[in-house]
Structure formats: C-alpha cells, structure tokens
C-alpha cells in the first residue's frame, strides 16, 4: 500500500473512493463537504437524508454520483477545543473508519482531505502526524487498497503533510 501527498481539488480524483469532512448531519455544510456536495448533485443530498447522521469519528458510505469517484466515505472529524475532549482519538477513528468503510467496498484506490484542519481548527502537525500514522498502521490489514492519498487544498497543507510523512517514514 501505497501513501502520497499532492495537492489539488478532491472532487476532480478519479480513485475508488474520497473521503468526505462532513460534519454530524451528513447534510453537507462549506469547505471540502460543500464542494463535494455542489460536485455530486441532488442525489448526494438525498442519498445522506437517508443516512439519518453520523456520529464524530464513524464514517457511512454512499455512491458518487456525478463525481468521477465511485464512492464518498462522509466522516465527521472532531471540533477542536483544547485538545482534552478526546479530539485527537475522535480523529484516528475517522481515518480508521474510513480506510475500514473502503476496504469493505473493496477500493483499491482512496483520496482523504485534511480532516478537521480547517473550520473546526485541529492543530494542523498534530492532524498530519495521526492521520499518516493511522494510514501506515493500516497496512497489514488491507486487502484491497493499494494507495492512500492526503489530497491538500493549499501548499501549506501539502507541506506538513509531507515533511510528517517523510519523518514517519525514517
Ligand atoms: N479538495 C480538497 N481539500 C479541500 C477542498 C477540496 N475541494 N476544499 C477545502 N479543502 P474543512 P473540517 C480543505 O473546513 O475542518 C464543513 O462545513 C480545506 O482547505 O472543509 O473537517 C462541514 O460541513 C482544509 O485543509 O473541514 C463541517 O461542518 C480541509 O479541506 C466542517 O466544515 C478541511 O477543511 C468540517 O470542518
């Protein structure tokens, strides 16, 4: 398994899966799940109506609809607050869940964002070190996925995830 940094616009990934920064209502919302929402059209607001939330941490699948990604895998990341309300643990199980949600849908390929690095400002480091750490982990148990992207919006992003990633790696 594979793990990359790059830099672009998630809702134009052609991979399997991309996860969504959603937040508890699955109802969609601004930054990444607002794009990701405008991108994949009325059907993805119907199909998470159905999904009825989910809780900070867990992730629930539905198809992609018009984005060229087969599947979205929404999560809920934690609001931040100081750090003491289980904000790091909540954010290891959004990765987790969602490389667990991917393999049962048997992707091969998964593009995440920075969860909870923006509106809901987790430390951004500390959001790379247990977001790679938690995707390397995972190694021994996938089956089906092959590669692992962090997809950053902007070069600030794109640069701690890889100076992490490289140390990770060392
Ligand atoms: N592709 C990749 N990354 C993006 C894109 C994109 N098209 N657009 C923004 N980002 P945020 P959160 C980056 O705020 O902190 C929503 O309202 C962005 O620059 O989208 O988990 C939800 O409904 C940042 O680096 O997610 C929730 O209420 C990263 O994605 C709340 O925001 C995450 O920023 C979730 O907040």
Redesign the pocket.
């Known amino acids: 398994m594979k793990v990359e940094i790059i830099q ?4 134009k990934s052609h991979v399997d899966a991309i996860v969504n ?3 508890t209502t699955l109802m ?9 929402h405008q991108a994949a059209g009325a059907k993805l607001d119907l199909a998470c109506a159905k999904l009825q939330g989910c809780a900070s941490g867990k992730a629930k699948t539905t198809l992609g609809y018009l984005l060229p990604a087969k599947w979205i895998i929404h999560t ?2 934690p ?1 931040w607050q100081d750090g003491m309300h289980h904000e790091p643990e909540i954010l290891k199980n959004s990765y987790l869940n969602s490389l667990k949600e991917a393999e049962k849908h048997q992707c091969q390929t998964v593009d995440f ?10 430390p951004l480091k500390q959001a790379a070190q247990i977001a790679l750490s938690t995707i390397i982990n995972f190694k021994q148990q996938a089956h089906y996925i092959k590669r692992v992207r962090i ?4 070069i600030i ?1 794109k640069e701690v995830y890889q100076e992490v990633l490289e140390d990770l790696l060392q």
């Open positions: 672009g616009d998630i809702t920064a959603a937040n969609g919302g601004g930054g990444v799940d607002g794009a990701i809920p990341g609001i964002p920075s969860i909870s690095t923006g509106v809901y400002h987790f997809v950053a919006f902007d992003t």
